[in-house]
């Protein structure tokens, strides 16, 4: 399987979540869609709407997110993407539709590129356009989703992660002492080859991998690879270099469990000891 796609595109991460939560392997194809890449005849011949997702498989080529989800779902049915009711498949299908046919379409980078250049609007208008049809949106989606008991009770929530008392390189765990809790959190997005440079955290951090590939070099400690769904408490004070190995995005979700004015993340020199720049929170 081929997708192409963009990093930034909500509607291809959608394909790369189910394709991930199957375990599919694919190619990746990333069409620069602000760079015009989309516009171009080599990718037009693939999908003449000039847009991402596209998804060649089977000998064939499928078009829009939605519909390509489905597919996946119908060919690779295990683990499914659906409830097993018509109920519940009509409501999970009607939740997606809020997202990916009333919110997105109108606030994608061609409508808002449109709203700018021909019909002359400037970024403060062009903002509240995008805010407004964010904010009623998500107004009715979150009530519907809060409101229905089902929410919650399908698919991976009976996935759960227990990394233990130990870092993953045998540390003992250990939160700082004598300051005010503050626990905050970061979805980090690395491109192919992409690298984190070389770092080191002061405080616990677990991370879980949304999708792809990450292998993060502990120095003479060795070098440790992660994949979709695994999870992990990084090292504490121990230089390390995460890199993007896969041939996709990968995506991170990191929790930092620390203190008030205690950096999370220290940025290092090529030679992983000397501080280059003011910690990240």
Not at 78 to 101: N, S, T
Not at 152 to 175: C, E, M, P, W
């Amino acid at each position: 399987m081929k997708l192409y796609g963009y990093f930034r595109s909500s509607a291809a991460f959608r394909v790369r979540i189910a394709l991930n939560l199957k375990r599919l392997d694919y190619e990746s194809a990333f069409i620069h869609l602000r760079r015009g890449d989309q516009r171009q005849p080599g990718f037009l011949e693939v999908n003449p709407q000039g847009l991402v997702p596209a998804l060649e498989t089977d000998g064939q080529v499928l078009i829009q997110s939605l519909p390509i989800i489905e597919y996946l779902d119908e060919r690779h049915p295990e683990p499914p993407l659906l409830p097993g009711d018509a109920a519940g498949r009509a409501r999970v299908r009607a939740l997606a539709a809020i997202v990916a046919c009333d919110i997105h379409p109108i606030n994608n980078l061609r409508v808002l590129r449109y709203l700018q250049r021909p019909l002359g609007h400037d970024q403060a208008a062009i903002a509240a356009w995008y805010n407004h049809w964010i904010d009623s949106g998500f107004a009715a989606f979150e009530p519907l989703l809060a409101g229905d008991p089902r929410t919650g009770a399908f698919l991976i929530v009976n996935r759960q992660h227990d990394t233990g008392v130990k870092t993953v390189l045998g540390q003992t765990i250990s939160y700082p002492a004598g300051k005010p809790a503050k626990v905050t959190a970061a979805i980090i997005t690395m491109l192919p080859g992409e690298a984190t440079g070389w770092h080191q955290h002061d405080v616990p951090m677990f991370d879980y991998i949304l999708e792809g590939e990450v292998a993060v070099d502990y120095g003479a400690q060795g070098t440790r690879v992660y994949r979709t769904g695994e999870a992990v408490m990084e090292a504490i004070a121990v230089a390390h270099n995460g890199r993007n190995t896969g041939s996709g995005p990968a995506r991170i979700l990191a929790v930092f469990m620390g203190a008030d004015s205690v950096p999370n993340t220290v940025l290092l020199k090529g030679d992983a000891s000397v501080p280059v720049q003011p910690p990240l929170q």
